[in-house]
């Protein structure tokens, strides 16, 4: 069986790795906080926690619940 078919699954969970590794529970607590309820945005919460945009909206969508996720991204989008 050829396992090199599967690269990108390899690559997927590095991300997820970097991605944990980089953010404490503490973190990714007072990321939630201050997301629902101030007006940081994905980008303000990045460069604060020093990781990315993508690595703040992919956690906040797999940790919220999806109609709270949709929600609170509509709101900070409309306070722009």
Known sequence: ????????L???????????K???????AEILDLYRN??????TLADRY????????????VTLPEDEYETLISAKRAAR
């Open 1 to 8: 069986r050829n396992y090199h078919q599967f690269w990108w």
């Open 10 to 20: 390899d690559r997927l969970r590095g991300i997820w790795s970097m991605t944990v």
């Open 22 to 28: 980089k953010l404490t529970a503490a973190d990714r």
């Open 38 to 43: 101030t007006g940081e945005t994905t980008s």
């Open 50 to 61: 020093g990781v990315s945009n993508s690595t703040i909206s992919r956690f906040l969508k």
